[in-house]
């Protein structure tokens, strides 16, 4: 009873490349070379990212992670054009955003930014017209535009009749979830999310992740999520990116990143506590897959372990 | 060591009522209904309860920022009530809040932290000895000269508890003060409130809804609904999976992977709690098969 895991056939999951390859994914947008630098030529110059190159693919649910001072801010911010680079490049379809400056706009309602706390940033005197504010400035009217606001009003769960209150009656979770609707009701190709859950309690989480989860599975439009929880990301996204001092530390599918459960925390990051369970696990010499992350695959694991003895 | 017989009571609450002003035409809604509690000092209490759950409101109640619609709340036996008791009581017990930002006021960490005891009257020898103090309390020692808003996130509110410390208040109130850090900066504001639990004996009630802040708590305390509906150790309130889940809370992994495994016919406890524990349980169950 040793602790090989790698080749064990009761282990089925797939790794980033592998998931690429079997479903044909292109990518929607091409991060190249990127560098941003704060205050060049002063005492206070600092490269906030600093030559950065991956892919987004196309209908993917990316994760980011890393800690404060990672450069996650600021790389998100180049994405949809409110940053420009100070050298690389940004491809959305192909095509670099900042070809023509003039048309960054559209890039905008392409690529749609959700901030943190974005509740902070509702003004209008009812949530509907909140909602259709985005969709609005993109020139749509009448029923197009009813139809707009009506579906990601649906989509993240607000209510018919609490279309016509102001958004300021509503409770800190709901005033998020207008926030939200503002920006799907663009229909942006891609959403970024910047901590989305950040003050809410466990069941207030949930039900937001809950309808972003379904956003993804019926419209099949590409979420990136920036998080500092691990464990938000590891429930939750197919791919995950973790950032580190300006740089990609590593990217891959979940299991692939907790495999390397060691510099995640060497780098400051959380492991999710079932990894820290499992690993600690591993270290007794159980056979256990240390790369598990929620409480069932454990227990799949436990279950094995202890009718076999040996790893398979 | 503390025996029984020394502990006094740092707060208390008697049939604590709170309602907040009513929209027109509805119904008002009472956000504390009826809470007894007791908070012994030197204890470190944690209260838990999901959005809503009146959690924020009590720690409010516990230094006069809102004052009972019904019942009272005692400070060292000090009515909040009673106005003219409010700035002793403010001195006893000090609140760090949950967005550092809005909590700093001056341009530099020291003047920051000599903020409120200036405003106590206190002379001006002695505030340097206080901000001296309290920062090297919460580590900050070398800040002294920063500029608040060139600091992360848990540095910040470390330098707003400083403040409060620098009042030297017998308890500190952190209403939610870590929910908008990142995972180091948790690590650092909680490591702080621990220390000046264990070495200054200060009673700490720390408000919040991530369940692993419980668990090196004294005591959990939950709220639901205006109401405390727990009360006990960590060990006694995590276990009670079913009644947490209703409440709208999570149970901490740990307890949950336990959990499964007991009803897969492992014998295993459900309070190993910290992921050692539950890691060595587990390795235990197993080799004994």
């Known amino acids: 009873m040793n602790g090989r895991t790698e080749d064990c056939p009761r282990r089925h999951w797939e790794s980033a490349a592998a998931r690429k390859e079997r479903e044909n994914l292109e990518s929607i947008l091409q991060i190249k070379h990127l560098t941003h630098t704060y205050g060049v030529g002063t005492p206070f110059q600092r490269s906030a990212v600093e030559d950065m190159?991956?892919?987004?693919?196309?209908?993917?649910?990316?994760?980011?992670?890393?800690?404060?001072?990672?450069?996650?801010?600021?790389?998100?911010?180049?994405?949809?054009?409110?940053?420009?680079?100070?050298?690389?490049?940004?491809?959305?379809?192909?095509?670099?955003?900042?070809?023509?400056?003039?048309?960054?706009?559209?890039?905008?309602?392409?690529?749609?930014?959700?901030?943190?706390?974005?509740?902070?940033?509702?003004?209008?005197?009812?949530?509907?017209?909140?909602?259709?504010?985005?969709?609005?400035?993109?020139?749509?009217?009448?029923?197009?535009?009813?139809?707009?606001?009506?579906?990601?009003?649906?989509?993240?769960?607000?209510?018919?009749?609490?279309?016509?209150?102001?958004?300021?009656?509503?409770?800190?979770?709901?005033?998020?979830?207008?926030?939200?609707?503002?920006?799907?009701?663009?229909?942006?190709?891609?959403?970024?999310?910047?901590?989305?859950?950040?003050?809410?309690?466990?069941?207030?989480?949930?039900?937001?992740?809950?309808?972003?989860?379904?956003?993804?599975?019926?419209?099949?439009?590409?979420?990136?999520?920036?998080?500092?929880?691990?464990?938000?990301?590891?429930?939750?996204?197919?791919?995950?990116?973790?950032?580190?001092?300006?740089?990609?530390?590593?990217?891959?599918?979940?299991?692939?990143?907790?495999?390397?459960?060691?510099?995640?925390?060497?780098?400051?990051?959380?492991?999710?506590?079932?990894?820290?369970?499992?690993?600690?696990?591993?270290?007794?010499?159980?056979?256990?897959?240390?790369?598990?992350?929620?409480?069932?695959?454990?227990?799949?694991?436990?279950?094995?372990?202890?009718?076999?003895?040996?790893?398979? | 060591m503390e025996s029984e017989t020394t502990m006094a009571t740092m707060i208390q609450t008697e049939n604590l009522k709170y309602a907040y002003p009513a929209m027109e035409g509805e119904a008002q809604i009472f956000a504390l209904q009826d809470v007894d509690l007791e908070i012994e000092q030197g204890s470190f209490v944690v209260v838990l309860g999901h959005n809503g759950s009146g959690k924020s409101t009590l720690a409010k109640t516990f230094n006069g920022v809102l004052l009972p619609a019904g019942g009272k709340v005692y400070v060292e036996g000090m009515d909040t009530a009673d106005e003219h008791l409010l700035l002793a009581i403010r001195q006893r017990v000090g609140m760090v809040f949950q967005n550092p930002d809005n909590q700093i006021v001056a341009n530099v960490v020291e003047e920051d932290i000599a903020f409120a005891p200036e405003n106590l009257g206190v002379p001006s020898a002695e505030i340097r000895r206080r901000v001296d103090n309290a920062l090297a309390a919460v580590g900050m020692s070398e800040f002294v000269r920063h500029a608040p808003h060139l600091l992360s996130g848990g540095q910040k509110q470390r330098i707003a508890i400083a403040g409060v410390i620098a009042m030297e208040p017998a308890c500190i109130v952190l209403d939610e003060a870590t929910a908008m850090l990142d995972p180091i900066g948790r690590q650092e504001v909680l490591s702080t409130i621990h220390r000046l639990n264990r070495e200054k004996g200060m009673t700490v009630v720390l408000i919040t809804h991530h369940m692993n802040e419980a668990e090196d708590a004294d005591r959990v305390v939950v709220m639901d609904n205006g109401k405390v509906t727990m009360d006990g150790t960590p060990r006694q309130v995590f276990t009670r999976i079913e009644a947490l889940r209703n409440m709208g809370l999570t149970v901490p992994d740990t307890v949950d992977l336990l959990d499964r495994l007991r009803k897969d016919g492992l014998d295993v406890p459900l309070d190993a709690l910290t992921v050692e524990e539950c890691a060595d349980a587990i390795a235990h169950a197993v080799a004994v098969k």
């Open chain 1, 53 to 312: 190159s991956f892919d987004v693919y196309s209908g993917e649910f990316l994760g980011i992670i890393g800690h404060t001072g990672s450069g996650k801010s600021t790389l998100i911010q180049h994405l949809n054009g409110l940053l420009k680079p100070t050298s690389g490049q940004i491809l959305l379809n192909g095509k670099d955003i900042w070809a023509e400056p003039k048309k960054i706009r559209d890039v905008r309602f392409q690529v749609g930014l959700v901030f943190q706390y974005p509740e902070y940033q509702l003004f209008e005197e009812t949530v509907y017209k909140d909602i259709a504010f985005g969709p609005a400035n993109m020139g749509k009217t009448g029923e197009e535009l009813d139809h707009c606001v009506r579906e990601a009003a649906r989509l993240v769960g607000i209510r018919d009749d609490q279309l016509f209150k102001s958004p300021f009656e509503l409770s800190g979770g709901q005033k998020r979830r207008v926030a939200l609707a503002g920006v799907i009701a663009m229909e942006p190709q891609v959403l970024i999310l910047d901590e989305p859950t950040a003050g809410l309690d466990p069941a207030g989480r949930e039900n937001l992740l809950a309808n972003i989860r379904d956003y993804h599975r019926n419209k099949k439009r590409t979420i990136i999520l920036v998080s500092h929880s691990m464990d938000e990301i590891a429930q939750n996204v197919d791919r995950i990116l973790v950032l580190k001092s300006a740089h990609v530390l590593m990217s891959g599918a979940p299991q692939e990143v907790f495999a390397r459960a060691d510099e995640l925390i060497s780098a400051g990051l959380d492991v999710p506590q079932v990894t820290r369970i499992a690993m600690r696990l591993k270290e007794k010499g159980l056979p256990i897959d240390p790369a598990v992350y929620t409480v069932r695959a454990l227990e799949q694991e436990l279950l094995a372990a202890r009718k076999g003895g040996a790893a398979c």
